[in-house]
């Protein structure tokens, strides 16, 4: 063996350039952005406009009936 084929190859010393804290938040926006959105819920699970924000009674007395004493 020669003295050449004896020697370790050196390779050179790549610096990336980015911190793991630029490529963390660089793979999370492309998550982001390659995530399709979500598909709608279906308008019988959401409220109607009309029902808003009111206080939640029983179900006798939200149609006007009164419970019995």
């Known amino acids: 063996m020669s003295a050449s084929e004896n020697k370790v190859q050196q390779r050179p010393h790549v610096v990336a350039g980015l911190s793991m804290r630029d490529l963390l938040a660089a793979g999370a926006a492309a998550n982001l ?14 409220p109607s406009a009309e ?13 006007g009936h009164r419970r019995a004493a």
Do not use: C, K, L, Y
């Open 33 to 46: 952005i390659s995530t399709p959105p979500r598909v709608p819920e279906p308008a019988a699970n959401r």
């Open 51 to 63: 029902h808003g924000h009111r206080e939640e009674r029983g179900r006798h007395q939200e149609h």
